[in-house]
């Protein structure tokens, strides 16, 4: 499972408290047919694998730092976004953490906008809000979590990992997107899946992302693209 970039893991688990141990996932619910699923309904969303590394601007324009990660809650909405002022200021190279109804992500994805400044910055500290004191097996989660699992289908089929998640612009989980391994597909992937998370047995702290298909469902797929 890929770590979230330059955050310590100390500091992660401190300001977002890990559930306890699970059990391996059990999908259940609800499945959607991966055939007749709208892909395009989402494609105008943002992908956060491009995101993370994003120029992040205050509202005056000014280049203050580099997006490292997101925030979701257990509702698969956008709760955070984390950045790093990357020694633009006096303040050194610190983590803040933004609300995302604060965000504005630019109209061609090249940076994203936060009304934090040099002298308002300490508003904006990865601690400010408490850390959970009673660990709950569903909890806010870094998108990072996600990125760059492995990925399995029914049966325990090992199947390729997770390359991309796409967020929707009302700030929603949209989609998993999966590279398949060699074995898989008669076109170059990757292919976007429907998130089956809280509630179909996946935690965050699993490495690996299980979705309720079988190999003959996953082989005639098209790629997914991005229209951006």
Known sequence: MRTPLTLTASALALAFAAAPALSAPNIKGDKIDIRTWDTTAFSDGWSVDRLIGTDVRSAGGEEIGEVQNLILGPDNMVRKLVFSTGGF???????LVVDWNQ???APGR????VPVTEETADQYGMFDDAPET???KQRNWRATELIGDYVRLKNDV????VQDIVIGTGG???AVVVEPDVGYGVRPGPYAYPFYGYGYGWDPGYDYYEMPYAADEVGDLDPYEWRT
């Not at 200021?89 to 983590?95: E, P, Q």
């Not at 090992?158 to 990992?161: A, E, K, L, R, S």
């Open 172 to 174: 929603k989980l949209q």
């Open 134 to 136: 009673v660990a709950t």
């Open 89 to 95: 200021w006096n303040i050194g190279d610190k983590h």
């Open 110 to 113: 090249e940076y994203v906008t």
């Open 158 to 161: 090992d199947y390729g990992y």
């Open 103 to 105: 965000v504005t992500v």
